[in-house]
């Protein structure tokens, strides 16, 4: 299974669905989560997002969508599927977790920090609002790659803001990206 399901199986006692659209990837999801102690609370559900149906609804949405727009696509057509916006662009994705969304529940997604502002405003036509961003950063001097995103029906709740920093110097994880990543990393 992919890092996201398994870490969200690791920090909570929630059922877990993961939803893949690439069979390989599925497969080995599968494996992967049959070989984890939360064996129990996991689904893979091989399944375009888009075409993926079910009573239920969810109270969190973790996902790290397909964003790359007009960019050069590798021979691997999974990887391409999995990286390129071509099947699944921002509308399509928060319309669709919209539907599955609970009245109370939240999105968390992560994409690159230049995209950020189109990624609100498709979100804010499903009725979505940020309530947290933050700004991850490789180093204090670099400029953010990558914005780690919450949405919720919420109006109400101010917009928390704040920055990551993943190394101090080269090879020097932060004590925030410790805190974080270290219950799933063996050399932090």
């Not at 992919?2 to 494996?31: C, F, H, Y």
């Not at 995209?115 to 036509?125: F, L």
Request: aromatic share 6%; net charge negative; glycine share 4%.
């Amino acid at each position: 299974m992919n890092r996201s399901g398994l870490s969200a199986a690791q920090r909570s006692n929630a059922g877990i669905t993961g939803v893949e659209i690439d069979d390989k990837a599925a497969q080995q999801a599968r494996i992967n989560a049959s070989n984890s102690p939360w064996r129990e609370r996991i689904d893979i559900i091989n399944s375009d997002l888009l075409e993926y149906t079910t009573e239920k609804r969810f109270d969190t949405i973790v996902s790290n969508p397909p964003y790359f727009v007009n960019s050069l696509k590798c021979d691997d057509t999974s990887r391409t599927l999995a990286r390129h916006s071509d099947s699944l662009d921002c509308r399509a994705f928060f319309k669709k977790c919209n539907e599955l969304l609970d009245d109370n529940g939240k999105i968390s997604i992560v994409i690159p920090s230049d995209i950020v502002e189109e990624w609100k405003s498709a979100a804010a036509e499903q009725n979505l609002y940020p309530t947290r961003i933050t700004s991850v950063r490789t180093t204090p001097r670099k400029a953010p790659k990558r914005a780690l995103l919450e949405f919720s029906h919420s109006t109400q709740t101010a917009t928390e803001e704040n920055t990551l920093i993943l190394e101090t110097a080269p090879g020097e994880y932060s004590d925030d990206a410790k805190k974080i990543l270290g219950d799933f990393y063996l050399k932090l």
